[in-house]
């Protein structure tokens, strides 16, 4: 079986494709006009960890 990540980008919009053995197994779609932080790296320093709920807050600086 192979894989493929094939990717699309516009002055608008980016697209990211995961195909394995033929069957789209992840797509992911962003816009430029609603960029989110999600798949960026960040700086950051925890602030916070939740005990018993594995989660927690951080303080996080672009760049």
Known sequence: MTAE???NVTPSETRVAY???GIL???HIE???RRGIVGNIYKGRVSRVLPGNAGGFCRYWPG
């Open 25 to 27: 197994q992840e797509i």
């Open 19 to 21: 195909i394995d053995g």
């Open 5 to 7: 990540l094939l990717v």
């Open 31 to 33: 816009r430029e006009a």
